[in-house]
Protein backbone atom coordinates (compact mmCIF):
# COMPACT_ATOMS: atom_id res chain seq x y z
CA UNK A 1 0.00 0.00 0.00
CA UNK A 2 1.25 3.65 -0.74
CA UNK A 3 2.07 5.76 1.84
CA UNK A 4 -0.58 8.23 2.24
CA UNK A 5 0.81 11.77 2.13
CA UNK A 6 -0.12 15.16 3.79
CA UNK A 7 0.21 18.34 2.17
CA UNK A 8 1.79 20.95 4.03
CA UNK A 9 0.86 24.64 3.86
CA UNK A 10 3.79 25.30 1.79
CA UNK A 11 2.19 22.85 -0.78
CA UNK A 12 4.57 20.10 -0.11
CA UNK A 13 3.54 16.43 -0.11
CA UNK A 14 5.32 14.17 2.29
CA UNK A 15 4.13 10.55 3.98
CA UNK A 16 2.54 10.95 7.29
CA UNK A 17 4.99 8.01 8.37
CA UNK A 18 7.77 10.71 7.61
CA UNK A 19 6.17 13.15 9.96
CA UNK A 20 7.23 13.87 13.39
CA UNK A 21 5.22 13.35 16.44
CA UNK A 22 4.44 16.90 17.11
CA UNK A 23 3.61 17.52 14.00
CA UNK A 24 0.91 14.58 13.43
CA UNK A 25 -0.32 15.79 16.48
CA UNK A 26 -0.98 19.81 15.29
CA UNK A 27 -2.56 18.29 12.13
CA UNK A 28 -4.88 16.31 14.09
CA UNK A 29 -5.63 19.47 16.02
CA UNK A 30 -5.87 21.39 12.91
CA UNK A 31 -8.51 18.99 11.40
CA UNK A 32 -10.16 18.90 15.08
CA UNK A 33 -11.09 22.80 14.41
CA UNK A 34 -11.82 22.24 10.66
CA UNK A 35 -14.30 19.78 11.25
CA UNK A 36 -15.63 22.30 14.37
CA UNK A 37 -16.01 24.95 11.50
CA UNK A 38 -17.94 22.90 9.10
CA UNK A 39 -20.15 21.20 11.46
CA UNK A 40 -20.86 25.04 13.03
CA UNK A 41 -21.78 26.06 9.02
CA UNK A 42 -23.74 23.18 8.52
CA UNK A 43 -25.90 24.10 11.47
CA UNK A 44 -25.94 27.32 10.70
CA UNK A 45 -26.79 26.34 6.72
CA UNK A 46 -30.00 24.43 7.90
CA UNK A 47 -31.31 26.95 10.16
CA UNK A 48 -31.26 29.81 7.08
CA UNK A 49 -32.23 26.92 4.97
CA UNK A 50 -35.94 27.05 6.83
CA UNK A 51 -36.42 30.29 5.61
CA UNK A 52 -35.53 30.04 1.79
CA UNK A 53 -38.63 30.05 -0.70
CA UNK A 54 -38.19 28.39 -4.07
CA UNK A 55 -37.11 25.58 -5.71
CA UNK A 56 -34.48 26.65 -6.82
CA UNK A 57 -33.06 28.23 -3.51
CA UNK A 58 -34.35 24.68 -1.93
CA UNK A 59 -31.58 23.17 -4.57
CA UNK A 60 -29.13 25.54 -3.73
CA UNK A 61 -29.45 24.65 0.21
CA UNK A 62 -29.41 21.45 -0.32
CA UNK A 63 -26.34 20.86 -2.27
CA UNK A 64 -24.41 23.53 0.06
CA UNK A 65 -25.68 21.10 2.90
CA UNK A 66 -24.37 17.59 1.14
CA UNK A 67 -21.03 19.70 0.18
CA UNK A 68 -20.07 20.50 3.80
CA UNK A 69 -20.72 17.39 4.82
CA UNK A 70 -18.68 15.87 2.62
CA UNK A 71 -15.96 17.78 3.92
CA UNK A 72 -16.90 16.90 7.07
CA UNK A 73 -16.42 13.29 6.32
CA UNK A 74 -13.24 13.88 4.26
CA UNK A 75 -11.36 15.99 7.54
CA UNK A 76 -12.44 13.50 9.89
CA UNK A 77 -11.11 10.48 7.80
CA UNK A 78 -7.80 12.07 7.45
CA UNK A 79 -7.72 12.98 11.11
CA UNK A 80 -8.14 9.34 11.84
CA UNK A 81 -5.39 8.16 9.49
CA UNK A 82 -3.34 10.33 11.29
CA UNK A 83 -4.35 9.12 14.55
CA UNK A 84 -3.55 5.78 14.20
CA UNK A 85 -0.47 6.59 12.87
CA UNK A 86 0.20 8.30 16.17
CA UNK A 87 -1.36 4.91 18.06
CA UNK A 88 1.28 3.09 15.89
CA UNK A 89 4.15 5.00 17.47
CA UNK A 90 2.18 4.24 20.51
CA UNK A 91 2.20 7.93 21.18
Known sequence: MADIKWTTKEGKKI???????SHLQNCIKLLTRRMEEIQKANRSTWG???CL????AGYAM???IRNLEEQE???FNARETLQKE?????V
Open 15 to 21: PISEMTN
Open 48 to 50: FAA
Open 53 to 56: QGEQ
Open 62 to 64: DAE
Open 73 to 75: ENI
Open 86 to 90: LDKRN
